[in-house]
């Protein structure tokens, strides 16, 4: 069993004009020490995704249904008291900006010590060394001073290495990491990058790893999620998914990045852009952008535009797409009948 | 700054654009009583500034896609709101196809401005929400035209929005109903209105989608080629640098390190800092990143360091690093490298 399981999710919001569906049968695992990415553009419902493993949804927004079941708990339906102890704790969330996450008006080490005091039975003393001792672990220089600055008295870099060491604190099983370096310059991401991945690996802590960057996505995980419109449309080990992609929304990403075109050539671009969620077209969502809805021979597949598709398994990663079900059936086929 | 640096070999053509030693720094301190401080029994006056350029020498050629590529901080906004003359330098020159533009009143740079004109990163932001798509585009035509008739500007416009691939029904629209990419592409056609030869592009695809930056940048490079655009490119995506531009400039602290050809400087970085950049790429292909890490953080633009601006960070400084500011020097392989650990031959 996988420490975290997500199963059929169904999230929406509650809008005057009726419900709109931010995530539509999201399922995915996680196991423990594991690397997750989540990949898609704004609005696909990464976000969503990660937040509501936590219940951190805002209103008007609801979990309407699924599964989310931590280390063989339910945490959907789960009382605010015992989600608290999961909070923080258990699973901890590392944020996008780092001057939002951090409370202006206390000093690093008051934030810590206040995190540790309320899931452990502590001296404020043990707090602040055991605090002290991860600010260390993040490699922040001179550790101790840092406990009684403010947090506008540090750079974006050395904040975002604080809240790695707040969500480090109380040896989390999980950290969800929502766009960690997006807000940060190249050089220092990719220290807090290099450095979020030593810690992980050191303390066998499972990241899920939000981002719509697939560079980060490819140094850093070992399995990835592409998400479009509310639902994941590809998942498997990240290696294969970047090296082969089966979903045409998933090459299309890749094969519009820079580094996949000779430099001053024209970018193989995805026309159009993503719906919006209470304007969903018919079938598959991607299908008004997807270049493989005409088959070679002129022919529309009307499964696209008819019809949502389910997952088909390619190798060790899984697609929703009709094309792809299409290839791996007619390639099964002949195969079935030189066997028989 | 060196000779070496300004003056362009002989075999060029004199560039559309050129700045000379350019600064610009940004008042702290407030106005006159602020500034007073009350210090050893005495008032006196203390004034603080944002050192945001520090002497910037740049050549851009006719036709070339020049990339400003740096952290946030280093000056590369500031550098391409000077040029457009959004903000007025505090020194250097600016020239613009061999006469100087920065000491000219607004009225005598207006004939310039219908030449060079600018794309803004955030499409949210540059477009007027009360006004149409149409108005929009009609108003930089009609300030810089105004003898056209009404027949004309329309045709002007209804030709411009269809080379950027905007639908004519988009005209009695406003900003708000667009999607970041839609705007973005109405921002450029503004831009293109008035058939300018140089345009300044101040990270216009940062604020987008991965897909929708594609496209984009598919239309600017269009737009370059079928109208020999030069372009003045800010951005911080080292990825979209090595597909877009001709030459980059690398800047730090408000000086430029490097200016290279991109192939070269993405081949043979030379400066450390440049090397430093380039290594935290992330790319697609190798599973563990390997970059190299840099001491500390980019210092203050208040508090400049002597010497060498990235001598605090450079794994290469010595103590001429520390006292003397290096200028940039030509290399071998056609760059300018601003670094004494490269001229000395000490970094390869």
Redesign the interface.
């Known amino acids: 069993m996988s420490l975290l399981e997500v199963n059929n999710l169904d999230v929406r919001f509650a809008l005057r004009r009726g419900d709109v569906q931010a995530l539509r049968d999201v399922c995915f695992r996680l196991d423990r020490g594991e690397r997750l990415g989540i990949v898609g553009?704004?609005g696909a419902g990464k976000s969503v995704a990660a937040f509501s493993l936590l219940n951190l949804i805002a209103k008007p927004g609801y979990i309407a249904g699924g599964s989310i079941r931590f280390d063989g708990q339910e945490l959907i339906g789960l009382g605010d008291r015992a989600l608290r102890r999961i909070r923080g704790h258990r699973i901890s969330m590392i944020f996008q900006d780092p001057m939002m996450t951090l409370n202006p008006v206390l000093t690093i080490g008051e934030q810590m010590v206040e995190c540790l005091r309320a899931h452990r039975r502590i001296s404020t003393r043990d707090a602040r060394a055991i605090s002290l001792r991860k600010l260390e672990q993040v490699q922040i220089?001179s550790p101790e001073a840092r406990l009684d600055q403010y947090p506008h008295e540090l750079?974006g870099?050395?904040r975002q290495r604080v809240i790695i060491a707040i969500a480090l604190l109380l040896d989390p099983d999980i950290i969800i990491a929502d766009e960690p370096t997006t807000a940060l310059?190249?050089?220092?991401?990719?220290?807090i990058?290099?450095l979020l991945l030593e810690l992980c690996e050191e303390h066998n802590v499972g990241l899920v790893l939000i981002t719509?960057?697939?560079?980060?996505v490819?140094?850093v995980t070992q399995r990835m999620l592409v998400m479009y419109a509310g639902r994941v449309i590809e998942q498997g080990p990240t290696?294969e998914i970047?090296n082969d992609p089966q979903h045409p929304y998933t090459q299309?990403?890749?094969n519009?990045?820079?580094?996949m075109?000779t430099?001053?050539s024209?970018?193989?671009?995805?026309?159009g852009?993503?719906p919006s969620l209470n304007n969903l077209s018919s079938g598959c969502a991607f299908h008004p952008r997807c270049g493989f809805v005409t088959r070679p021979d002129d022919s529309t597949r009307q499964a696209c535009v008819d019809q949502e598709p389910g997952f088909v398994t390619s190798g060790n990663c899984q697609a929703a797409c009709h094309m792809v079900a299409e290839m791996i059936e007619r390639e099964r086929l002949p195969a079935e009948e030189q066997d028989s | 700054m060196s000779a070496t640096a300004t003056s362009p070999a002989p075999e060029q053509a004199s560039p559309l654009l050129s700045l000379r030693g350019l600064e610009k720094r940004f008042s702290l301190s407030g106005d006159f009583l602020e500034q007073l401080k009350f210090k050893g029994g005495k008032l006196v006056r203390e004034q603080q500034y944002v050192h945001a350029i520090n002497g910037v020498d740049l050549d851009i050629q006719r036709g070339e896609a020049l990339c400003v590529v740096g952290?946030?901080g280093c000056g590369k906004s500031t550098v391409a709101r000077t040029v457009m003359g959004l903000i007025t330098p505090s020194g250097g020159e600016i020239h613009y196809d061999g006469e100087r533009i920065d000491d000219r009143s607004t009225r005598a740079l207006l004939p310039y401005r219908r030449r060079m004109q600018m794309i803004f990163q955030n499409p949210y932001a540059s477009l007027n929400p009360r006004m149409t798509i149409q108005q929009t585009l009609e108003e930089p035509i009609r300030l810089h035209h105004p003898d056209w008739t009404p027949q004309r500007v329309e045709e002007q416009v209804a030709e411009v929005m269809a080379s950027v691939g905007i639908a004519p029904d988009w005209g009695g629209r406003y900003g708000h109903e667009f999607?970041g990419?839609?705007r973005q592409r109405i921002a450029i056609a503004r831009a293109l209105a008035v058939d300018p030869e140089f345009i300044v592009a101040d990270e216009p695809i940062s604020a987008l989608?991965?897909?929708?930056?594609?496209?984009v940048?598919?239309l600017l490079?269009e737009a370059q080629r079928e109208r020999n655009l030069t372009y003045l490119f800010i951005t911080?995506d080292?990825?979209?640098v090595?597909?877009?531009g001709t030459r980059v400039a690398v800047m730090y602290l408000g000086r430029v390190c490097e200016v290279a050809p991109?192939?070269t400087l993405f081949a043979t970085p030379r400066h450390p800092y440049t090397q430093?950049?380039m290594?935290?790429?992330?790319?697609?292909e190798?599973?563990?990143?390997q970059?190299l890490?840099?001491q500390?953080?980019?210092p203050t633009p208040v508090h400049l360091p002597s010497g060498c601006v990235f001598h605090g960070r450079c794994p290469h400084a010595d103590a001429r690093c520390r006292r003397e500011v290096p200028s940039l020097i030509a290399t071998d392989e056609g760059g300018q490298v601003a670094c004494h650990g490269v001229e000395e031959g000490r970094i390869g």
């Open positions: 553009e704004s220089p750079s870099g050395m310059d190249v050089t220092i991401q990719a220290e990058m290099a719509h960057d697939l560079g980060v490819s140094q290696r970047i299309g990403l890749i519009a990045l820079p580094q075109a430099p001053g024209r970018l193989n671009q995805i026309p852009s993503m | 952290e946030s999607s990419g839609q989608d991965v897909s929708i930056q594609a496209q940048l598919n490079m911080h080292l990825a979209v090595e597909h877009f991109t192939a430093a950049l290594s935290a790429i992330p790319r697609l190798d599973e563990r990143p970059h890490r840099l500390g953080e980019v």
